[in-house]
């Protein structure tokens, strides 16, 4: 069993930036793909970006590249999204996952953490 909880997200300008935390729980963290999500009110969950076990490998969804970086401390158990040059259009809950095989299927869900950009 594996728990995921995010920390990080809050009140924050347009242009501003935020870290995302996603501390986790158990002894296999450093093999699983991870990723985060997002889901707006009135809107469905998208995936944001996700990373390999090893961290080599990393996706994100067009809306954010450039501005948004994942990157992971498998020392710690932490997976970290930062948010740069947030806009109004990110706002959401904000979940980390983790996936035991990969990002095809994703087992294990954060509570979710809120992040607002005020325009």
């Known amino acids: 069993q594996v728990q995921l909880a995010e920390s990080g997200g809050g009140l924050v300008q347009t242009g501003g930036s935020l870290r995302l935390s996603c501390a986790a729980s158990?002894?296999?963290?450093?093999?699983?793909?991870m990723a985060w999500f997002r889901q707006a009110p009135g809107k469905e969950r998208e995936s944001v970006a996700g990373?390999?076990?090893?961290?080599?490998?990393?996706y994100y969804a067009d809306s954010v590249k450039g501005r948004f970086t994942i990157s992971r401390d498998n020392d710690k158990n932490i997976v970290y999204l930062q948010m740069n040059s947030l806009k109004p259009e990110d706002t959401a809950v904000y979940y980390c996952?983790?996936?035991?095989?990969?990002?095809?299927?994703?087992?294990?869900w954060g509570q979710g953490t809120q992040v607002t950009v005020s325009s």
């Open positions: 158990g002894r296999s963290f450093g093999s699983y793909a």
């Open positions: 996952a983790a996936g035991t095989t990969g990002w095809g299927k994703m087992d294990y």
């Open positions: 990373i390999n076990w090893s961290g080599h490998s990393t």
